[in-house]
């Protein structure tokens, strides 16, 4: 069974977890669930706040729509959620970015992908993704909380292949 499939009863009040895995990998994955369960809204809010509560990639502000994207994910050992490991981002883009519909290269660049960039739909698809090519990211207001470009070359390479 993949790792992505499997399913645990997690209770934070319990000292240990009720699932019982039987072997180390087993155990290895259940804790990182709990710390990336942990670790998640923190992991949000300072995200969100280093962005100026818009998002990166197309400057929405309504912060009931923004989340925290991971560059490298959660199931990478490197995946840490740290600022320059997040980039804030709207519902759409931050699913777009999962599904490699949307790319941010090293330098700062939004890419859309070619299929879509080629395609012909509403205005979200126009507006919402097609215009965003070419961007350059909105970028945090601090330096140091910008994204980590070593990150993003690894993460952009998965776009572009
Ligand atoms: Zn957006």
Avoid: W
């Avoid at 155990?27 to 923190?42: A, G, I, N, S």
């Avoid at 507006?127 to 993003?152: C, N």
């Amino acid at each position: 069974m993949l790792p992505d499939q499997r399913q645990f009863v997690i209770d934070l009040d319990d000292s240990g977890v009720r699932a019982s895995p039987t072997t180390t990998l087993d155990k290895r994955y259940v804790e990182r669930l709990v710390r990336q369960r942990v670790h998640q809204p923190v992991f949000r809010a300072r995200v969100l706040s280093a962005y100026g509560k818009r998002c990166a990639i197309c400057t929405l502000t309504y912060a009931e729509l923004l989340d925290a994207a991971h560059i490298l994910p959660d199931s990478d050992e490197r995946g840490l959620p740290v600022v320059t490991n997040g980039m804030a981002m709207c519902t759409i883009h931050h699913r777009a970015y999962d599904q490699n519909f949307l790319g941010v290269s090293p330098d700062y660049t939004v890419h859309i992908n070619e299929r879509l960039l080629a395609d012909r739909d509403g205005p979200m698809l126009q507006y919402g993704l097609q215009a965003m090519d070419g961007k350059r990211l909105e970028l945090p207001s601090r330096r140091d909380d910008a994204p980590d470009r070593e990150h993003l070359a690894e993460r952009f390479h998965a776009f572009s292949v």
